[in-house]
């Protein structure tokens, strides 16, 4: 009985999430829907342009005059405009389609995250983050955008969401790889987030030390990544040399990872500055679970229980998965801003994946804790909510594009 509960309610999920995708892709299409902000302005248009273009120049696209600037678009690799360039070949409005991608990623992101929660934690809380990470501030400044960040986001979780399952079915190590050159492929360098994030999950997962390396094909898997990078990024440099006749990765290199970039002033100072600048944006753009997560963090902290494995009072499957998901939560947001406090430069986008991993945190905790909360989940404990949210929220910022302030942070 509770099995066939479990898929009415997955298939009902399915297709509010499916209505809504369908209805906010045709809104889009229909009001000729186009951001302000710059950074959308820009892949939206270049997608729409490379959309003309022969399929094998694809991998070519240039800057077409958007920002005033000229010659090869060599920014990231051409990941992010494919899927546009495509609706866009199937009749979708063109400078529309990067909107309509986006859109897609921000669904598989967010179901990704409520299934991956659900390993971990009662299905209560976990079907909650559907509809609360929804709320995030900085879910409100990417709400409709042609932006990398949730397309980097959606690789991220299907690569997580793919260890988890390898750790008991091999075949799913492939969606480890894939999630990985996805994230490659669209944002380059920064795939390095990926073997982080699921390095961090199989640590997070054992039951004790000696069990970390159980499952060997998930390891295999992320010991896999760097090798199928570098082969694809051999593939992409000889094709994209072979259609334009010039190196793409000379070209990236110098604008992502210069030379001097570790010689800019001294490191200590820039490295201190930069991981203040970090974690004020995590407790902004993940509020209010950011405090939260961060309070539970502290009493965790205060208790000894500093390894997934601290079970000390756990007295069932479902707290230890809970204890668990958190201490991953933790320790991978920590890496990842730690690395990126690292570079030579700073941005808020560069650490996304860490406002929702906080948030998921900081969620289920709050709504374990505080009754009122708990009640009002319990309330919107309905498959089609998550849908229903999405949707109202989408046609808040359409009805009001250009209205209401963003929230913002300082940038210096």
């Not at 988890?164 to 190590?173: D, G, L, N």
């Not at 999950?201 to 090798?227: E, G």
Request: net charge positive; aromatic share 14%; with cysteine.
């Amino acid at each position: 009985m509770q099995d066939s509960t479990g898929r009415s309610r997955a298939r009902t999920a399915a297709a509010a999430w499916t209505a809504a995708l369908a209805l906010t892709i045709a809104l889009i299409g229909a009001t000729h829907y186009k951001s302000p902000d710059d950074d959308s302005f820009l892949y939206a248009g270049i997608s729409a342009r490379l959309s003309e273009l022969p399929v094998r120049q694809w991998i070519a696209p240039e800057w077409w005059g958007f920002w005033t600037l000229h010659g090869p678009y060599c920014e990231h690799p051409v990941g992010l405009f494919i899927l546009p360039a495509t609706l866009a070949r199937l009749g979708f409005p063109a400078e529309q389609a990067a909107y309509a991608a986006n859109a897609l990623y921000q669904v598989l992101s967010l179901v990704l995250a409520a299934s991956i929660a659900a390993r971990v934690t009662g299905q209560l809380e976990a079907r909650a983050l559907g509809w609360l990470l929804q709320l995030l501030p900085i879910a409100f400044v990417f709400r409709v955008r042609a932006n990398h960040e949730y397309a980097v986001l959606a690789g991220v979780l299907l690569a997580l969401y793919s260890a988890e399952r390898a750790r008991t079915r091999a075949a799913w190590t492939i969606g480890m790889v894939a999630g990985f050159l996805g994230v490659l492929l669209v944002k380059g360098v920064f795939a390095l987030v990926v073997p982080v994030v699921c390095a961090a999950w199989l640590v997070a997962r054992a039951d004790r030390p000696s069990a970390i390396w159980r499952p060997w094909p998930a390891w295999a898997a992320l010991a896999a990544m760097p090798v199928a990078g570098a082969l694809v990024t051999w593939g992409y440099e000889a094709e994209y040399a072979a259609v334009t006749g010039r190196s793409f990765l000379a070209v990236y290199q110098s604008r992502q990872l210069p030379q001097d970039a570790m010689s800019q002033g001294s490191l200590v100072p820039r490295t201190a500055y930069s991981l203040v600048w970090y974690f004020a944006r995590v407790i902004w753009y993940a509020a209010p679970w950011s405090v939260v997560a961060g309070a539970a963090a502290v009493r965790a902290f205060r208790s000894g229980r500093l390894w997934p494995w601290s079970q000390a009072g756990a007295t069932d499957r479902n707290e230890t998965g809970s204890w668990q998901g958190a201490w991953f939560a933790v320790a991978a947001s920590l890496a990842l801003v730690t690395a990126f406090s690292l570079a030579h430069r700073k941005a808020d986008r560069y650490i996304f994946p860490v406002y929702f991993l906080v948030s998921a945190l900081g969620g289920v905790v709050a709504v374990r804790r505080f009754g009122a909360l708990r009640r009002l989940t319990e309330r919107l404990d309905r498959p089609w909510v998550p849908a229903a949210v999405y949707m109202c929220l989408f046609l808040l910022r359409l009805v009001t594009l250009g209205k209401l302030p963003e929230f913002t942070f300082w940038r210096s």
